[in-house]
Structure formats: structure tokens, C-alpha cells
């Protein structure tokens, strides 16, 4: 029913889960610093807390805070610098 992920030597855990239309996953990330790499595209929404984000190396980064969401591209990375613990919701697709 769910599955369980877990990243970073525990500092990232998320539940991967199915919406109506497409895969999700909700999750938590300890304050850190972290790179991220996609198969597919992602839309990322802060649900508590805060992500500094950097889509790319001549990307500017950018704050997120709760109820904000971002899309990252299929087939890439981001960086993700965490400063309080922060709860996520992933969509993929």
C-alpha cells in the first residue's frame, strides 16, 4: 500500500503513495544540505518549513516556504539546503 524511502543516512525520509493521477511522495528532510537527481518531473510544494532551492549551477537560488511549490525538469538535479527541519510534498509526473 505505502512504501517507505529513506536518504542521506536517514536525514531524509519519505512515504511514497498513488494519487488519483499520479505518484506522490510526503515526506521530511533534516536541516542540511542535499542533491537531488530526477527521473521523471517533479513538483515539490514546502507543506512546513523552509527549502532553498538551486535548479541548476547558473540558477540563482530561490526560498520556498510553506503552501510555495517549484517543478524540476526530468532527467535532473537540484540542490536543496535545509535550514529547520521541513516537511514536503513530492508529485511526479
Known amino acids: 500500500m505505502f512504501e517507505t ?17 499520479h505518484p506522490a511522495t510526503v515526506g521530511v528532510m533534516a ?11 517533479e513538483t515539490m510544494t514546502v507543506v512546513s518549513g523552509v527549502l532553498v532551492i538551486k535548479l541548476s549551477d547558473d540558477a540563482p537560488e530561490v526560498t520556498y516556504q510553506a503552501g510555495e511549490s517549484f517543478e524540476v525538469d526530468a532527467n535532473s538535479s537540484f540542490n536543496v539546503t535545509v535550514a529547520i527541519d521541513t516537511a514536503y510534498l513530492c508529485v511526479y509526473g
Open 5 to 21: 524511502n529513506e536518504y542521506f543516512e536517514g536525514k531524509v525520509k519519505s512515504i511514497a503513495f498513488k494519487t488519483s493521477t
Open 31 to 41: 536541516a542540511g544540505e542535499y542533491v537531488f537527481n530526477t527521473a521523471e518531473k
